[in-house]
């Protein structure tokens, strides 16, 4: 049979339309603004970012001996909680560090075990760059490049060392089905207030970077890409840095770069500074409870913070494959226990209901 010209014109157009449209609407991908692809929701695996450094200076001393009992209760309030297999990402710079946290899950019961997959991603500044290295805690701005050091990641939640989970990690994640077309970077206000600084920030108080849901696949698509965006925030205000280098140098990149951010709830990050003032500065944390409770300055070991260091100390404490209700019970107990500090978070009558309201609902309670 002969075709002719213009039918094998027709018939080629006909196959680029389709493609076309199974590139624009087919599944399991879709295009958003920016022109990128993102998984559907079933399709995002829940993906953690942990960054652990050895600076020798730091590694014989109670600091890091103090981070790795941080490190263990995060993942054992990871594990406890979920329902799903979570693949935690430890950006280190030592094959000894990370030995240290592949050990933790060692002695748990097989059921917990399979729910955390640990791997190990060397720490990456750019070139020229190792200036920025020593901004902060070791290796603490290495989050300023992590879509480019984790370039095979579409979708992550980065957590500090010094956090917990009250809820299911994955809910965390799935915060990332609320952006919009443009948002990127989702990060939560922070109590302090970034408003009497000469910089730029998200309004109206500036974020708090120990919580980052990030669409790594969006930030690197940013016209400077994230690495280049944060460059330019450090190399731009350099002068006007105080010891947080690495959460100023985000808010600045956030701040310029405002139609990426994404503001994520307060219960997702609950640290001293929600109530250092005698009131609770997120409301929603006494409808819900905490969801993940951030223990910054040295809160889960200090003697200001009681309440923060009693429920660290009972995860601390806490064996996997007891029932929860027994986590519940010792976290009141301790709470209730030390009333020594009179510092102002200490007096607010409603912590300890929000400290342990989304246990209660886990327990049926």
Partial sequence: MVVSRDAKKRLL???????LILFLFGEPVHKTKLGLRIYTEKEIL????IIVCDDNKHSQT?????????VTVLLKSAAC??????RFLVVTNSDDVFEQIKSIPSAWPNKYKSRVELESRSVWYPPDREDMRGLLRPCSSARLFLPETLWDIDAAVLVDTDTLFLRPPEELL????KFNASQAAGLAQTSVGYHHRRIPFPKPRGVNTGVMVMNMTRLRALPAGWTGTTLKAFDDHKGKLTATATNDIINIALGQNIEIYYELDCIWNYGPGACFKGSNACPNAELTGVYLLHGTSAAFVNSRNVKFRAVFEAWLHFQLGSPLTEL???VKRRIQ????????CNRLSSLELMFTKSLEKLCGK
């Fill in 337 to 344: 226990a030390d009333t020594s500090a009179k510092t102002r």
């Fill in 174 to 177: 799935r915060e990332i089905y």
């Fill in 46 to 49: 829940p993906v953690f970012i």
């Fill in 328 to 330: 519940l019970d010792d």
């Fill in 13 to 19: 157009l006909g196959i680029a339309l389709m493609l």
């Fill in 62 to 70: 109670g600091s890091f001996s103090r981070q790795m009992n941080q």
């Fill in 81 to 86: 909680l979920t329902n799903e297999t979570l």
